[in-house]
């Protein structure tokens, strides 16, 4: 529980237009603590993407905004490490908010936070696939952040398509 309050405390001082924003915890909808956030009526980035009517400078717009919210957690030190389409939420504006940071485990280490990868495998970078394989853990980077961010503008820029998943 104090790892949770944690993250939450490092979530809660994440103040960016493009990140979402954690209004605080409630209790009484399970065994786990709800987070309470803005409500995000457009869904998903995914979602956004199959069904708005978005021409090619709309998701550069968009894509522009994703860019500027990470840029802002990497300043902050805060490592996402699972960045998808499913984890970027869109407002009522259009404009997106990144999101998922209870799946993205934030740590602190060494005055720096950090994030342990459990994401998709569509987005996650090479490095983080192989050493799964190899029964090595490593934890995500600023590095694999910016491969998955290139995996969603593929997405917007494919017409809607997921990454290939290749199998070995």
């Known amino acids: 529980m104090q790892n949770l309050d944690r993250k939450l405390s490092i979530w809660a001082i994440l103040e ?3 990140v979402i924003r954690l209004y605080g915890t409630v209790t009484g909808f399970g065994p786990f603590r709800a987070f309470v956030t803005p409500w995000m009526p ?5 979602s956004y993407l199959n ?10 717009s968009l894509l ?8 802002y957690l990497h300043d902050s030190d805060v490592i996402h490490g699972d960045l998808t389409s499913d984890n970027i939420l869109i407002a009522a504006d259009g404009s997106p ?16 936070v950090y994030s342990s990868h459990s994401g998709a495998l569509r987005w996650a970078a090479p490095e983080l696939i192989i050493s799964c394989e190899g029964g090595t853990v490593q934890c995500a980077t ?3 952040d910016i491969y998955s961010l290139g995996c969603l503008m593929l997405q917007a820029s494919l017409l809607f398509r997921l ?4 199998t070995w």
């Open 64 to 71: 522009k905004q994703v860019v500027e919210g990470l840029k």
């Open 16 to 18: 960016h237009r493009y």
């Open 97 to 112: 908010r990144l999101a998922d940071f209870s799946v993205s485990n934030i740590m602190i280490e060494s005055n720096r």
């Open 163 to 166: 990454p290939v998943l290749l």
């Open 42 to 46: 457009n869904g998903t980035l995914n």
């Open 51 to 60: 069904h708005a009517n978005l021409t090619a400078m709309d998701k550069l």
């Open 142 to 144: 600023k590095s694999s």
